[in-house]
């Protein structure tokens, strides 16, 4: 880890000494490589005496197209759509979220993924882009796919009866076989699936979005973000909805929608110059390490605050879920204390602090 910091440094042609907070995802994720990261980062924090700034890793993605300050300004509306995510929200502030929608089965980011693996189309660099390039030899309208949830209303997505459909064609191509044996027809598959789940994303997404418009008629811009906001169809179809909507399209760079440490950082920035730096410590949480006190929180909802129009999603795992506390309330509960700080690794930049932030 150590290294690692180092060279980011070096990349950035920057010394500790021009570090002045350090931000660290600290959920939700797998709790091993949580804790290694918060480990290492209460490390650095607490030998050049900054604060240290727990993030968490969908509110980072939420963010980054505000980096530098050149992004939307708040209200506005993000979807987030990942390997293991898919949220609509209204983002009103950092730590100040509303669900209007999510998933209730499949993200989209791991459907391709298996589809992938269905069509026999090698995931490199990940299945999701690489069943992009794969599609782009078949026809979209070979396979007629139903589109998911068709005559349920609302802005929740699903993508399992899709998977399912996509391998019964597979196996219907090829009785026997495992993928077809025409790659023609494996990459007509592949057009029509992701065909039908793009328009399926961009269309209950809108749904979401108007919501959010009629909420906070302001809002200022459709954030488009997370691993899949790389995927050039996606793009397209997602610009179509902001016009629609009478919205600029927001997509931050394809390297800053996959999973990085500058949006890390650049959410550890937001909640500084916001106030919120600090999250309040669950109850019975012991004192400070010497190292600095890290919680992680392996699973960590964004926010349980929904659009009273929105279905709830499934609630998969909801009761570990809620061993802790949503960020929107937390960081609620950080804005009534007044924003006062601590410690090392619990406050604001410090005097003289020329500003960076370190994420990881």
């Known amino acids: ?29 797998l709790s091993l490589c949580l804790r290694v990261g918060a480990a290492a980062a209460a490390r650095l924090a607490t030998s050049i005496n900054v604060p240290l700034v727990p993030v968490h890793h969908l509110e980072a993605h939420a963010l980054v ?43 989209l980011g791991e459907a391709y993924d298996k589809v992938a693996r269905m069509l026999g189309v090698p995931p490199l660099p990940s299945g999701g882009a690489a069943l992009e390039v794969f599609a782009r030899g078949g026809d979209p309208a070979a396979f007629k796919f139903t589109p998911p949830l068709t005559g349920r209303p609302g802005a929740n997505v699903s993508y399992a009866g899709l998977k ?17 044996a025409n790659e023609s027809t494996r990459r007509d598959i592949a ?34 973000s997370g691993g899949v906001a790389a995927n050039t169809l996606v793009r397209s179809a997602f610009a179509d909805a902001a016009a629609a909507l009478h919205l600029p399209l ?34 019975g949480s012991p004192e400070p390490a010497p190292e600095g006190w890290v919680d992680v929180r392996p699973r ?23 061993l802790y506390e949503d960020l929107t309330s937390l960081t609620a509960a950080a804005r009534a204390a007044g924003g006062e700080v601590g410690k090392v690794g619990a406050g604001a930049a410090p005097e003289g602090s020329r500003g960076r932030t370190a994420g990881g």
């Open 191 to 224: 057009a029509s699936f992701q065909a039908v789940a793009v328009r399926h994303l961009a269309q209950r997404a809108s749904v979401g979005a108007g919501w959010a418009l009629e909420a906070e008629p302001a809002c200022t811009a459709l954030v488009l």
């Open 164 to 180: 399912t459909a996509v391998r019964l064609a597979a196996e219907a191509a090829a009785p026997g076989d495992p993928t077809p």
């Open 65 to 107: 197209a505000r980096l530098g300050g050149r992004g939307p300004a708040f209200p506005f509306v993000a979807v987030l759509a990942s390997g293991g995510h898919n949220l609509t929200l209204l983002v009103r502030a950092p730590g100040d979220y509303v669900s209007l929608g999510g998933t209730l089965d499949d993200a």
């Open 250 to 283: 927001v997509v931050p760079p394809p390297a800053l929608c996959t999973d990085n440490g500058v949006m890390v950082a650049w959410a550890g920035a937001e909640r500084l110059a916001a106030g919120v730096a600090v999250l309040p410590r669950p109850e």
């Open 1 to 29: 880890m150590e290294a690692t910091i180092a060279a980011a440094l070096r990349d950035a042609g920057a010394g500790l000494g021009d570090v002045g907070a350090v931000a660290v995802t600290v959920g939700p994720g």
């Open 300 to 322: 960590w909802p964004l926010t349980l605050n929904v659009d009273p129009r929105a279905v709830p999603a499934s609630t998969r795992s909801a009761r570990k879920s809620r």
